[in-house]
Protein backbone atom coordinates (compact mmCIF):
# COMPACT_ATOMS: atom_id res chain seq x y z
CA UNK A 1 0.00 0.00 0.00
CA UNK A 2 1.63 3.18 -1.24
CA UNK A 3 -0.43 5.35 0.61
CA UNK A 4 1.44 4.26 4.05
CA UNK A 5 4.80 5.95 2.67
CA UNK A 6 5.17 9.84 2.82
CA UNK A 7 7.47 10.55 0.27
CA UNK A 8 8.42 9.22 -3.79
CA UNK A 9 7.53 5.92 -4.53
CA UNK A 10 10.67 4.74 -6.55
CA UNK A 11 12.23 3.07 -2.96
CA UNK A 12 9.50 0.55 -3.02
CA UNK A 13 9.07 -0.06 -6.43
CA UNK A 14 12.59 -0.84 -6.40
CA UNK A 15 12.84 -3.49 -3.48
CA UNK A 16 14.63 -6.56 -5.37
CA UNK A 17 12.08 -9.19 -6.94
CA UNK A 18 13.67 -11.97 -4.80
CA UNK A 19 13.18 -9.99 -1.53
CA UNK A 20 9.47 -9.53 -2.72
CA UNK A 21 9.17 -13.38 -3.38
CA UNK A 22 10.88 -14.15 -0.09
CA UNK A 23 7.99 -12.02 1.88
CA UNK A 24 5.18 -13.23 0.18
CA UNK A 25 6.52 -17.24 0.72
CA UNK A 26 6.41 -16.41 4.31
CA UNK A 27 2.71 -14.93 4.12
CA UNK A 28 1.86 -18.43 2.10
CA UNK A 29 3.34 -20.39 3.99
CA UNK A 30 1.27 -18.48 7.14
CA UNK A 31 -1.78 -19.30 5.30
CA UNK A 32 -0.87 -22.61 5.06
CA UNK A 33 0.13 -23.25 1.44
CA UNK A 34 2.90 -25.63 0.14
CA UNK A 35 5.03 -23.98 -1.95
CA UNK A 36 7.25 -26.68 -3.93
CA UNK A 37 9.51 -25.39 -6.41
CA UNK A 38 11.52 -27.02 -9.18
CA UNK A 39 7.67 -29.04 -10.21
CA UNK A 40 6.40 -28.32 -13.78
CA UNK A 41 3.13 -29.18 -14.79
CA UNK A 42 2.69 -31.45 -17.73
CA UNK A 43 -1.00 -32.97 -18.06
CA UNK A 44 -3.90 -32.84 -16.74
CA UNK A 45 -7.35 -34.85 -16.99
CA UNK A 46 -10.50 -33.90 -15.72
CA UNK A 47 -13.26 -36.14 -14.52
CA UNK A 48 -16.43 -35.49 -13.04
CA UNK A 49 -15.02 -35.16 -9.21
CA UNK A 50 -11.84 -33.30 -9.95
CA UNK A 51 -8.69 -33.14 -12.21
CA UNK A 52 -5.69 -35.56 -12.81
CA UNK A 53 -2.58 -33.75 -13.14
CA UNK A 54 0.76 -34.96 -14.16
CA UNK A 55 3.89 -33.36 -13.19
CA UNK A 56 7.53 -33.78 -12.75
CA UNK A 57 9.47 -33.43 -9.50
CA UNK A 58 12.48 -33.57 -7.96
CA UNK A 59 12.05 -37.46 -7.83
CA UNK A 60 10.74 -38.64 -11.29
CA UNK A 61 6.93 -37.95 -12.69
CA UNK A 62 4.28 -37.85 -10.41
CA UNK A 63 0.35 -37.84 -10.51
CA UNK A 64 -1.67 -35.26 -8.02
CA UNK A 65 -5.34 -35.31 -7.63
CA UNK A 66 -7.25 -32.10 -6.37
CA UNK A 67 -11.04 -30.56 -6.93
CA UNK A 68 -9.66 -27.50 -9.12
CA UNK A 69 -6.49 -26.59 -10.83
CA UNK A 70 -5.43 -22.40 -11.43
CA UNK A 71 -3.23 -21.92 -13.91
CA UNK A 72 -0.77 -19.41 -13.02
CA UNK A 73 1.96 -20.50 -15.15
CA UNK A 74 2.87 -17.29 -17.43
CA UNK A 75 2.06 -16.03 -21.09
CA UNK A 76 2.48 -19.34 -22.75
CA UNK A 77 0.28 -20.63 -19.92
CA UNK A 78 1.18 -24.87 -20.58
CA UNK A 79 -1.94 -25.55 -18.16
CA UNK A 80 -4.21 -22.77 -20.33
CA UNK A 81 -3.52 -25.07 -23.40
CA UNK A 82 -4.16 -28.23 -21.75
CA UNK A 83 -7.13 -26.72 -20.67
CA UNK A 84 -8.38 -26.07 -23.92
CA UNK A 85 -9.19 -22.70 -23.57
CA UNK A 86 -8.88 -20.16 -26.17
CA UNK A 87 -6.34 -17.33 -26.26
CA UNK A 88 -8.31 -14.13 -27.56
CA UNK A 89 -5.44 -11.74 -26.95
CA UNK A 90 -2.53 -10.87 -29.16
CA UNK A 91 0.62 -12.82 -28.84
CA UNK A 92 3.42 -10.56 -27.47
CA UNK A 93 5.90 -8.88 -30.38
CA UNK A 94 8.25 -7.86 -28.18
CA UNK A 95 10.90 -9.74 -25.69
CA UNK A 96 12.44 -7.72 -22.69
CA UNK A 97 15.21 -9.47 -20.35
CA UNK A 98 15.40 -8.16 -16.26
CA UNK A 99 18.47 -9.24 -14.60
CA UNK A 100 19.08 -8.37 -11.08
CA UNK A 101 23.02 -8.70 -11.38
CA UNK A 102 26.00 -8.45 -8.60
CA UNK A 103 29.66 -6.52 -9.11
CA UNK A 104 28.92 -4.75 -12.19
CA UNK A 105 29.81 -1.29 -12.55
CA UNK A 106 27.12 0.42 -14.15
CA UNK A 107 27.52 4.35 -14.99
CA UNK A 108 25.90 6.76 -14.47
CA UNK A 109 23.51 5.48 -11.93
CA UNK A 110 20.53 5.31 -12.34
CA UNK A 111 21.06 4.65 -16.57
CA UNK A 112 18.65 4.79 -19.40
CA UNK A 113 18.98 4.98 -22.56
CA UNK A 114 16.92 4.46 -26.24
CA UNK A 115 19.19 3.24 -28.93
CA UNK A 116 18.44 2.65 -32.51
CA UNK A 117 18.42 -0.97 -31.60
CA UNK A 118 16.73 -0.94 -28.80
CA UNK A 119 17.01 0.22 -25.08
CA UNK A 120 18.60 -0.35 -21.69
CA UNK A 121 17.96 0.58 -18.30
CA UNK A 122 20.15 0.36 -15.09
CA UNK A 123 19.31 1.08 -12.03
CA UNK A 124 21.06 0.39 -7.90
CA UNK A 125 18.51 -1.98 -6.08
CA UNK A 126 21.11 -2.47 -2.69
CA UNK A 127 24.47 -2.25 -2.17
CA UNK A 128 26.46 -3.95 -5.33
CA UNK A 129 23.69 -4.88 -7.15
CA UNK A 130 21.85 -3.48 -10.14
CA UNK A 131 18.37 -3.89 -11.85
CA UNK A 132 19.58 -3.87 -15.34
CA UNK A 133 16.54 -4.24 -18.15
CA UNK A 134 17.45 -4.61 -21.65
CA UNK A 135 14.96 -4.88 -24.82
CA UNK A 136 16.09 -5.47 -28.49
CA UNK A 137 14.17 -4.17 -31.23
CA UNK A 138 12.83 -6.43 -33.86
CA UNK A 139 13.75 -9.45 -31.47
CA UNK A 140 10.45 -11.75 -31.13
CA UNK A 141 10.07 -13.29 -27.63
CA UNK A 142 11.68 -16.61 -27.39
C1 LIG B 1 11.76 -6.88 -18.14
C2 LIG B 1 10.29 -6.87 -17.74
C3 LIG B 1 9.77 -5.75 -17.14
C4 LIG B 1 8.43 -5.71 -16.77
N1 LIG B 1 7.96 -4.59 -16.17
C5 LIG B 1 6.69 -4.53 -15.76
C6 LIG B 1 6.19 -3.39 -15.06
O1 LIG B 1 6.91 -2.44 -14.80
N2 LIG B 1 4.88 -3.40 -14.69
C7 LIG B 1 4.06 -4.46 -14.97
O2 LIG B 1 2.89 -4.41 -14.58
N3 LIG B 1 4.51 -5.55 -15.61
C8 LIG B 1 5.80 -5.62 -16.01
N4 LIG B 1 6.26 -6.74 -16.66
C9 LIG B 1 5.31 -7.80 -16.97
C10 LIG B 1 5.06 -8.69 -15.75
O3 LIG B 1 6.31 -9.16 -15.27
C11 LIG B 1 4.18 -9.87 -16.18
O4 LIG B 1 3.01 -9.38 -16.76
C12 LIG B 1 3.82 -10.72 -14.97
O5 LIG B 1 4.99 -11.21 -14.36
C13 LIG B 1 2.96 -11.90 -15.39
O6 LIG B 1 2.66 -12.62 -14.20
P1 LIG B 1 2.15 -14.10 -14.23
O7 LIG B 1 2.03 -14.54 -12.80
O8 LIG B 1 0.96 -14.21 -15.11
O9 LIG B 1 3.28 -14.94 -14.97
P2 LIG B 1 4.83 -15.10 -14.64
O10 LIG B 1 5.35 -14.01 -13.78
O11 LIG B 1 5.46 -15.35 -15.96
O12 LIG B 1 4.87 -16.43 -13.75
C14 LIG B 1 4.61 -17.70 -14.29
C15 LIG B 1 5.30 -18.75 -13.43
O13 LIG B 1 4.88 -20.05 -13.85
C16 LIG B 1 6.02 -20.88 -13.95
N5 LIG B 1 5.72 -21.93 -14.96
C17 LIG B 1 5.64 -21.79 -16.31
N6 LIG B 1 5.33 -22.96 -16.89
C18 LIG B 1 5.23 -23.87 -15.87
C19 LIG B 1 4.92 -25.28 -15.83
N7 LIG B 1 4.65 -25.99 -16.92
N8 LIG B 1 4.90 -25.89 -14.60
C20 LIG B 1 5.17 -25.16 -13.46
N9 LIG B 1 5.44 -23.84 -13.45
C21 LIG B 1 5.47 -23.21 -14.64
C22 LIG B 1 7.16 -19.98 -14.35
O14 LIG B 1 8.40 -20.57 -13.97
C23 LIG B 1 6.83 -18.72 -13.53
O15 LIG B 1 7.38 -18.81 -12.23
C24 LIG B 1 7.60 -6.81 -17.03
C25 LIG B 1 8.13 -7.96 -17.63
C26 LIG B 1 9.46 -8.00 -17.98
C27 LIG B 1 10.00 -9.27 -18.60
Known amino acids: DYTVLKDAHFGARGIPQSQTEAVLEEWAGELGT ?3 RGW ?3 ALEQDD ?3 SVAVAGPGGEHRLRAQFLVGADGGQSTVRAAAGFAFPGTSA ?3 MYL ?3 VGCQVKPRPLGERLPGGMVMAAPLAEGIDRIIVCEH ?3 PA
Open 34 to 36: DIR
Open 40 to 42: EFR
Open 49 to 51: DGV
Open 93 to 95: TRG
Open 99 to 101: ADV
Open 138 to 140: GAP
